[in-house]
């Protein structure tokens, strides 16, 4: 069962890719959403600041991110990355702090910024991600394994348990992101 975060964003585009995976998920919007018997959380992509001011009101912020540090697997796409990271270069704000890296928040510009590229994305192979007001990372930490760049910026990373994208692998018909998600990091199928 994968918990999904259905605050604001792009969570039914997540939600239809575990369907074609035939994997289970349950939206989570409330605390008591937010039980046990989770093999994996997913952070879509949205508006982060929405996103995690979202989560503070709405008593998530402290027991999710208890939850990932007690090794729950999660997989934040664009402001999921943003909501998960432990800095951002650009925003004072930080929401999860999990995540060992220093992200720039609208890296590559406004939403006329928004472009799709094939990309190479270690264990998975060339995929056409899409970037909509994307960040990227500007910092690794130690522990964090890049697994994909585009045009000299690190764009994909995994800590752990802990599966990062600056871009929407959701909005594409690639299911192949969403199952090394599942494979990897949940082990399920």
């Known amino acids: 069962m994968i918990g999904v975060f259905a605050l604001q964003g792009a969570f039914l585009e997540h939600e239809q890719m575990l369907s074609k995976l035939g994997a289970s998920y349950k939206e989570i919007r409330r605390k008591e959403h937010f039980t046990d018997g989770l093999d994996g959380l997913i952070l879509p992509g949205g508006e982060s600041t929405v996103q995690g001011k979202l989560l503070r009101e709405e008593g998530l912020l402290g027991p999710v991110k208890e939850a ?3 090794g729950l697997p999660v997989f934040g796409t664009c402001a999921g990355l943003i909501l998960l990271a432990k800095r951002l270069s650009n925003d004072e704000n930080v929401w999860l ?12 510009g406004r939403q006329l910024g928004s472009f799709r590229a094939d990309i190479p994305f270690e264990g998975v192979g060339e995929f056409p991600a899409v970037f909509i007001r994307a960040p ?18 690190t764009v994909a990373v995994r800590q752990g348990n802990m599966l990062a994208t600056a871009f929407h692998p959701e909005l594409t018909e690639d299911v192949r992101i969403h199952e090394y998600f599942l494979r990897e990091l949940c082990h399920i199928g």
């Open 68 to 70: 990932i540090e007690g």
């Open 97 to 108: 702090g999990t995540l060992d890296v220093t992200v720039r928040r609208n890296a590559y």
């Open 136 to 153: 990227y990372v500007e910092r690794a930490g130690e522990g964090v394994r890049i697994l994909s760049s585009h045009a000299g910026k």
